[in-house]
C-alpha cells in the first residue's frame, strides 16, 4: 500500500486549497481514509475521515471542531484518490497534512495517528500573507 499526499502550498490567509492523496495498492472505496496535520512543534491531530462507501452504504465524513464548515473530505474511485478542499484558510491551519488509513470500512470519528496502518508522505500547507 502506498499513499501520495500531493496539493499543498503556500496560500493567503481566507484562500483555498485542495490536497489530494492517491494510492496504490488498496483500492480506495472499500475502506475508511484520514486526513491529519501536524504543526510545527505540535502532535499530529485528526482533522477528517470518510467511511468506504462501498462497504457502509453511506460514505459518512467526519470532521475535527477545528475544521468543520471550511473543510470538505471527498473521494473519487476511478481514480483511487481523496481530497480534502479547503476554504477560509487560516495561519493556525499551517502544518505538514498526511493521508492514513487503518484499513477499516467505518471512520472511529477522524481517527487516531496511533491507529493508522498506513501513511503517505506529508504535503506542506502554509497559510501566511
Known amino acids: 500500500v502506498q499513499l501520495q499526499a500531493s496539493g499543498g502550498g503556500l496560500v493567503q490567509p481566507g484562500g483555498s486549497l485542495r490536497p489530494s492523496c492517491e494510492a496504490t495498492?488498496?483500492?480506495?472505496?472499500?475502506?475508511?481514509m484520514s486526513w491529519f496535520r501536524q504543526a510545527p512543534g505540535k502532535e499530529r491531530e485528526g482533522i477528517s475521515c470518510?467511511?468506504?462507501?462501498?462497504?457502509?452504504?453511506?460514505?459518512?465524513?467526519y470532521y475535527a471542531d477545528s475544521v468543520k464548515g471550511r473543510f470538505t473530505i471527498s473521494r473519487d474511485g476511478f481514480k483511487n484518490t481523496v481530497y480534502l478542499q479547503m476554504h477560509s484558510l487560516e495561519p493556525e491551519d499551517t502544518a505538514v497534512y498526511y493521508c492514513?488509513?487503518?484499513?477499516?470500512?467505518?471512520?472511529?470519528?477522524?481517527?487516531?495517528?496511533?491507529?493508522?496502518?498506513?501513511w503517505g508522505k506529508g504535503t506542506q500547507v502554509t497559510v501566511s500573507s
Open positions: 495498492g488498496i483500492t480506495l472505496p472499500y475502506f475508511a
Open positions: 470518510i467511511d468506504s462507501t462501498i462497504m457502509t452504504g453511506s460514505g459518512s465524513t
Open positions: 492514513a488509513t487503518e484499513i477499516l470500512s467505518s471512520c472511529r470519528g477522524v481517527g487516531r495517528a496511533d491507529d493508522m496502518g498506513y
